[in-house]
């Protein structure tokens, strides 16, 4: 069993940056990998970023180049450094661990751009 808990969000100007923090409870953290999603009012639920247990990272294209996500396996924890932020990227931000069939989802961290 995994427990995600979100932090870091909050307001922020056009072109400002945010990092968001996903910890998790349990011993065997590294095993998952590890995604951000976020929704906005209106919308479906999508994928920002996704980090493997080796590392390897992916993108939603509309992110690329602005977002950066990582992960500390020794702090259970899960980073999405956001850059060059912009009105549009305003949602509330998911944390989810995945490991074959068991998926896990964070309570969410709310950003918004605007000025």
């Known amino acids: 069993q995994v427990q995600l808990v979100e932090s870091g969000g909050g307001l922020v100007q056009p072109g400002g940056s945010l990092r968001l923090s996903c910890a998790a409870s349990?011993?065997?953290?590294?095993?998952?990998?590890m995604y951000w999603y976020r929704q906005a009012p209106g919308k479906e639920r999508e994928s920002v970023a996704g980090?493997?247990?080796?590392?390897?990272?992916n993108y939603a294209d509309s992110v690329k180049e602005r977002f950066s996500i990582s992960r500390d396996n020794a702090k259970n924890t899960v980073y999405l450094q956001m850059n060059s932020l912009k009105p549009e990227d305003t949602a509330v931000y998911y944390c989810?661990?995945?490991?074959?069939?068991?998926?896990?989802w964070g309570q969410g961290t709310q950003v918004t751009v605007s000025s």
């Open positions: 989810n661990a995945r490991y074959f069939t068991q998926g896990y």
């Open positions: 349990g011993s065997r953290f590294s095993i998952y990998a």
């Open positions: 980090i493997t247990s080796g590392g390897s990272t």
